[in-house]
């Protein structure tokens, strides 16, 4: 029902930028809250950061100062400014929606494949 596609991931060397972006497509009525989240190998998923349709942002505290994220309602796309990566932001980024579909009163969370950001000298 909903697809997410995300891009922009890579490797950076530590104090570098990267973008990502993340395009959602189907059959949306509207899109409440888009966001990424991470998760590398043995650990537990991790809100990065989100934003709401009306622009509220929330971070987590280890990307504060260093991670922007917009979105662009038009365009049902999110994007995530990366600045001053560290060896530990190293991680599958996953995109997410909470988002209510065409013909349902109820709104569910879709996730995309993930993209890989890798801070490596």
């Known amino acids: 029902q909903v697809q997410l596609v995300e891009s922009g991931g890579g490797l950076v060397q530590p104090v570098g930028s990267l973008r990502l972006s993340c395009a959602a497509s189907?059959?949306?009525?509207?899109?409440?809250?888009m966001g990424w989240y991470r998760r590398a190998p043995g650990n537990e998923r991790e809100l990065v950061a989100d934003?709401?349709?009306?622009?509220?942002?929330d971070y987590a505290d280890s990307v504060k100062g260093r991670f922007t994220i917009s979105g662009d309602n038009a365009k049902n796309t999110v994007y995530l400014q990366m600045d001053s990566l560290k060896p530990e932001d190293t991680d599958v980024y996953y995109c997410?929606?909470?988002?209510?579909?065409?013909?349902?009163?109820?709104?569910?969370?879709?996730w995309g494949k993930g993209t890989l950001v890798t801070v490596s000298s």
């Open positions: 189907g059959s949306i009525f509207t899109i409440n809250r």
């Open positions: 997410y929606c909470h988002a209510v579909t065409m013909g349902y009163a109820r709104g569910m969370d879709y």
């Open positions: 934003i709401t349709r009306g622009g509220s942002t």
